[in-house]
């Protein structure tokens, strides 16, 4: 049995990427700068510790919703940097509100539930390089406490 954390997200284009990258100003504080090659920008739709038996399973459960899935058009409002829980910087592209995001965030962390914990998450089981943040421990264990993608 190996245990793997794992963030389940919607990745935009290259060329959208590129742009979140540059509209971000980040603090000398800041935990996570993004790139296009090693932390990507992105959209969590879950978060959760997967025990390597049940991959195969929840693969099949993101095919069969991605078979579904229609093109999503997505704005963002602004950006920020806040501070989070280890007292770090953190800044961010915030997304305007989307329902269809929200329905799909929460039909996938309704499916993927049974499959994941959030228990005893440790940077151990994150892959790296990059060093992951210890605070990356803290979303995936209380990634399911909240209830919209945009929290």
Request: net charge negative.
């Given at each position: 049995?190996?245990?793997?954390a794992?963030?389940?997200v ?5 060329p959208?990427?590129?742009e ?25 739709l879950?978060?959760?510790v ?8 929840a ?12 093109l ?9 940097t ?15 509100h ?8 929460l ?36 990634y399911?406490?909240?209830?919209t993608?945009s929290?």
């Amino acid at each position: 049995m190996s245990l793997i954390a794992v963030d389940i997200v919607l990745l935009p284009s290259l060329p959208i990427m590129n742009e979140v990258i540059e509209l971000i100003d980040y603090s000398n504080d800041s935990v996570i700068c993004l790139n296009a090659q090693n932390c990507l920008p992105h959209i969590s739709l879950a978060m959760g510790v997967f025990d390597d038996k049940n991959i195969a399973e929840a693969g099949a459960v993101l095919n069969e919703l991605a078979q579904r899935l229609d093109l999503l058009e997505l704005e963002i409002s602004r950006t920020q940097t806040k501070t989070i829980a280890d007292g770090k910087d953190i800044s961010e592209a915030v997304i305007d509100h989307n329902p269809r995001l929200t329905e799909l965030h929460l039909e996938l962390m309704k499916l993927l539930n049974p499959l994941l914990t959030h228990e005893n998450v440790q940077t151990n089981m994150f892959f790296s390089p990059p060093q992951v943040a210890d605070i990356s421990t803290t979303w995936v264990k209380h990634y399911f406490d909240k209830k919209t993608p945009s929290e």
